[in-house]
């Protein structure tokens, strides 16, 4: 069978099963910490005068130098044999498939509230220097956010995970593992004097325990993670330049009821509508294997 769609066993069958806390515990050590440092070197440079955009480049690539290398060390050392990142025609295909859900549901998204007379756009702003915008946020995203986390939690932590527990025991494991680093990353800059980075209320943790399991799923469906990734990057650029309204967006939108488009569109379509998609899909895919494994 294809190592693409059955993931599990392709990561698992050299590893000791006795190793899976130690992998468990690294992995999530490196995303914590390593967005900490990234954190504690933001706050360096921007004691020093420096701009926004160079803040975020100096956060990006400190998290990316840390983290990316000590998930490889990890992998190394524990023999973890999975390729996720490996660069195909099929996971190219992942990729571009990720995105295109988070677009599609998007525009879904508005669609619906804008039958139901919830949202109306009011004006489009396409532009050179939004796109421009859009490729900095986009890449600075992949290095500070998707490709690290993707990397640790949805490839190293799972994976350690399911040395011991069965697979929806480990969904759900590192689903409150990856709750729990904000979580651990903003206390840690508590004590170090530094200010605290998002607020850590009950909104924001239910849209990461549902964003999380978005994430996890597409891993599960593609066995890769770069679906994971595509998914994650255009969320984030819907969210940053079309939902959320900033000074520069794609469009402008007024709400009925306020909350509206991060609500209903960005949480209620996008994150939840997804899940129930690729829940369905992973059912489907696991049906048809069962068949198949029948005949």
Known sequence: MNKTTLPTSNILSRTPARSWLAITALGWLAMTLGLFTATVA????????????????????????LIVPAVCLIQRRFRLSARLLRLTPATFLHLLGGGALALLMGGLGFIITGALGW??????????????????????AFLYEALPEELSMRGIVYSGLRLRLPAYAAYCAQVLLFVLVPVTVNQLQAWSGLDRGNSINAEYVIMLLCFGTVLQLWRSLTGSLWASIGFHLTYLAMARFVILQREQRLLTYNELEAGTGPVVIQFGIIIVGSAVLLVLLNLWRRGRRRTASQE
Do not use: C
Request: hydrophobic residues 60%; negative net charge; proline residues 0%.
């Open 42 to 65: 933001g706050n360096a440079v921007r004691a020093s005068g420096a701009t926004d955009n160079e803040i975020a480049v100096v956060q990006a690539f400190t998290a990316a130098l």
């Open 119 to 140: 949202t109306t756009i009011i004006a489009w702003d396409f532009s050179v220097d939004l796109l421009l915008a859009v490729a900095f946020s986009t890449s600075i």
